[in-house]
DNA sequence: CCTGAGGTTGCAAACGGTTGCGCTAAGCCG
DNA sequence: CGGCTTAGCGCAACCGTTTGCAACCTCAGG
């Protein structure tokens, strides 16, 4: 029972491959009465063109790769979500690929990405990624990408980021609006242009309310297990203590929220928390979560469109863009003002 | 900067391509001269095969085809996470469909798998699905394949589920003997192998402890949004009232305990809640939630190497088998002991 | 010196499809 | 009625690789 080839139908009706092949294509040369005979039979086979040997011959492959630091994580899988959901309508499949936060898989995904001969690379840099010259060639190779979430500023491509800075800075002001003063922050690796970003936003906000920044109170994760209850003990051993936690990932807010717990520190009496996460829960959490979410399933699809454009004029470059997309500070019980306002 | 080919090797060393082609696999027939020359020429142009001409011609396109019905699952997710890795190691690439629940949908899917010439599928079934002639033809074809969770036990072919049975049967003898008697079961469509079993689980544990089953207590949910609360009301309007939840899913889990927060019902004293879930953050909840997590990575890994076993010994089949993995009740808040045990 | 074997290498077909071009027959015009 | 156009179709090359087989050379044995 394998699958119809186009030999299989020119050979039922008499014709040649080639004679099959544009009247499947409904060109010009054939006449009416056999495009219909072979439409017909082909339709009757139920007969799909070979994708394999479609890329073999022309360029397009109809597949795109996703290159993600981990699939299980609120963030990416929602922005793969988004991905999938306009591959498909535009007939395009999409091939997934994890760095586990490490570049020389990142490399070798990207490797195995162009080997496959996909037409076109989602990707959202690793934390260990400092170099992108991988990058930097397949651009030279004009193979369409585009960046997302965890992006490199200084490369010619499209990229598609949530406003990190935007979103910190409005977490932090609101902190500061709730009469806190010492707020830490519980980042994740310094390369990545998003702790930057929001790193600036939160020093932004300090320095709006003239609040001195202290680099003590910055700490950064590592993505590695159980990292948050280290942290937090250092942070709460410092003197005086942070009277607010903002952090920067899923992880870091679970396991902070969990270490504050444990210590049996009071959320939000004794400290404030307040999180950048993409988690459902957040208002189901003890005590109800405050939190910047990310649009992930609106970046996932702008980027999947973005490429897509890219793949399909690929004359007609508009240029490199950075798009950035708006983040929602969502404030509950975790960040309750404080009973005596010192504003 | 095209890809280098073999016959760019073959020009540049004024061999043939066959010569070329052999050398690279170490064929005996070549020389070792030539063979040395032809593969430091190859390392120096960093030439790799073009694996779609590969998969053109040989059967093996080093790809597996994951369906699911969703991503932005935390079962899901955490199965393809594992998936991968062991795809990862043994040389294979993933390429991800999503079938959004709909059986058409995962109908095409698998129709696009096939085309796309993956070497085997890996498949979780839509909850829409009951016909399940799509995968019975795959199987006549002899295309590798491996069900995964959402199983279809009719069918002759290798599946790997989590303990549903049991697990259900543990949760529900755990809200038993914590006193609860009116428990009601929320859970997903009654199709699945999964909701089958699960509910199997609860009503062999009522029996077990002399509780009549009332079919007025279990309810079936939709994936829809907000489906939990109607539910949850009707629930809470039957008299007696339900005195524990128990949810078959995520959504189902965290919608319930919304909706009930929102009716302000104390968890656990008025109803106690405890959930299949494979949620990160259920220890943080309001109160903390009591769960059954099923091993989703383990799953997905455990799926994958049998496949990558039917596929590479296709063979020596050893016959369609069932492998199920345990689940883990952990107890916590919301569900609980009642001051006043009535055992 | 001829023959045959063994060791190397190249030719060509094949995978499934697309496409430039050539061929045939019919129709049209002058 | 002859030549030209045009519609409709087939031939063959090509994408990158593998592989059966033929071809060639060398050398040893008879």
Redesign the pocket.
Known sequence: M?????????HAL????????????D?????????RLVMEYAERLN????P???S???SSSKALAVIVPQIANNFFSQAINGIEAIAYNRGYHVIIFQTHESYEREVANVQQAVSRRVDGLLLSLSSETSDVSHLKALIDQGMPLVLFDRVAGELPVTQVVADNFGGAYAATSHLLQTGRRRIAHLTIPPYLSITQERLAGYRAALEQYGVPFDENLVRYGTFGPDEAGPLVDELLALSPPPDAFFTASDRLALGCLGALHKRGVDVPGQVALLSFTNSQSAHLLNPPLSTVTQPAQEIGQLAAERLIELIERKHKSTGPSTMKLPTTLVVRESSRPLPKLVM
């Open positions: 394998d699958p119809v080839t186009i030999k299989d139908i020119a008499n014709l040649s491959t080639s004679t099959v092949s544009r009247a499947l294509r060109s010009y040369e054939i006449s009416p009465e056999t495009k007969y799909r063109p070979n394999i040997a479609l073999l011959k022309g």
